[in-house]
């Protein structure tokens, strides 16, 4: 399945990927493929990171659902949802998002690249930590690692990626992606 190019559909289909692996998880303490994370500090950090974010640059506020260490699966289901509303009213199109970073976008826009992004990405993380289907959309690969390629130095001095991992010279679009941000593609459980 393809995923779409409107900020709230393409939403829809990525966390609903990623909420398909919550909640294939067996074991939230299995490592993941970031040193020192867990399955459930996966959803931690999609969970933790952008409610502030999105507040600081729009004044929207969240719902707060359990925290992850009460119960992963209801915390990602809250999140993911009250994300899904804001891009789901119709008021959205006329907001935007501002940040002393990155000015100001359309506020689907920067939802989309900045935490769609991430959700997508970090469900390569919470499936390979769990032993589940870790298939990424090979078009949307090659869309983030060809944009995020032309602005590596500021991406790589964020601190918010590691070092890029070598791969292959034929590598696909997903193991591209994922040795450009700082994962070793070919990473399997203890």
């Not at 804001?86 to 998002?97: F, K, S």
Request: with cysteine; hydrophobic share 40%.
């Amino acid at each position: 399945m393809a995923l779409s190019d409107r900020p709230a559909e393409r939403h829809r289909q990525v966390a609903g990927l990623f909420t398909d692996r919550v909640r294939g998880t067996a074991s939230w303490d299995a490592p993941a493929p970031v040193a020192g994370w867990t399955a459930r500090d996966v959803v931690r950090h999609l969970t933790e990171w952008f409610p502030g974010f999105l507040a600081s640059g729009t004044g929207i506020e969240l719902p707060k659902g359990p925290s992850v260490d009460e119960d992963p699966v209801a915390a990602w289901q809250i999140h993911a949802d009250a994300v899904q509303a804001v891009l789901d009213d119709p008021e959205t199109a006329h907001r935007h998002l501002t940040n002393p970073h990155i000015g100001s976008l359309p506020l689907a826009a920067a939802i989309d690249q900045f935490y769609t992004s991430d959700v997508f990405m970090h469900t390569w993380d919470l499936a390979r930590a769990t032993g589940q289907d870790d298939t990424l959309d090979p078009d949307f690969c090659a869309e983030l690692v060809g944009g995020m390629a032309q602005m590596e130095e500021i991406i790589r001095s964020s601190g918010q990626y590691g070092p890029r991992v070598a791969v292959p010279e034929d590598a696909d679009a997903q193991t591209r992606l994922l040795g450009f941000i700082g994962r070793d593609p070919f990473w399997s459980r203890p």
